[in-house]
């Protein structure tokens, strides 16, 4: 079963502060995402990497940078955090195509 | 770039009957893949569907690829099916782009 581990489970962020999330995945999957779920829009694409070294801008960039220093790891950059952050954000990894994705368990940031 | 809607947005269901889930997605899909979401908030695959009819369990999935729709039927619900049901669409590339949901309830 594939495993995809996310840091911190649970945050609290000041406003203006850095907020830094961590995704570790053991399974060798190339292609990696990170989602925020908010009531009412579903989860929507923030950042998706298909390999070290790469990062890609998905539907809702804005306010976040994503680094993937390695196949494994994949985190999410709030530089100067806002209330508005404030979510539940989900890391997943696949190997593409037609593979199915694997999730982790979810970050629960707020920001106040 | 690729959307995805989903239908109804909630279901209420006594134990036992049928539901039917609706997909649609704006781009010719590569990936479509349904998901299930259980009230504690985790997230786990049902089944990967791009075409065709595929069936798990006591779940048939048909994708109708020119009509860019997808369905997910659950035959003989529980109430353990409650929950949230995603449906997930990629048109090519690395990208892949969630609906909204359809938020299922059984009542026993």
């Known amino acids: 079963e594939a495993a995809v581990t996310q840091s911190p489970r649970n945050k609290v962020a000041v406003t203006g502060g850095k907020v830094t999330l961590s995704c570790n995945q053991t399974n060798n999957h190339n292609n990696m995402y990170w989602y925020r779920q908010d009531t009412g829009h579903g989860l929507r694409l923030i950042h998706y990497?298909?390999?070290?070294?790469?990062?890609e801008k998905g539907d809702i960039p804005d306010g976040y940078k994503a680094s993937r220093p390695s196949q494994e790891n994949f985190s999410l950059i709030l530089e100067l955090a806002t209330p508005s952050q404030t979510s539940v954000y989900f890391c997943?990894?696949?190997?593409?195509?037609?593979?199915?994705?694997?999730f982790g368990a979810g970050t629960r940031l707020s920001v106040l | 770039g690729q959307q995805v809607q989903q239908s109804p947005a909630s279901l209420v269901l006594q134990e036992g009957e049928n539901a039917e889930l609706q997909c649609n997605f704006s781009s010719t899909a590569t990936q479509l893949q349904w998901f299930y979401q259980s009230p504690g908030g985790s997230l786990v695959s049902l089944l990967s569907n791009p075409s065709g009819t595929k069936h798990t369990g006591r779940l048939t999935s048909t994708t109708v690829t020119k009509e860019r729709r997808s369905s997910l039927h659950i035959s003989s619900s529980q109430t353990t099916d409650s929950g949230t049901y995603l449906c997930a669409s990629g048109a090519g590339g690395y990208k892949v782009v969630f609906g909204s949901g359809t938020r299922l309830l059984v009542s026993p």
């Open positions: 997943a990894s696949g190997l593409g195509g037609q593979n199915t994705l694997y």
């Open positions: 990497s298909y390999g070290a070294g790469s990062t």
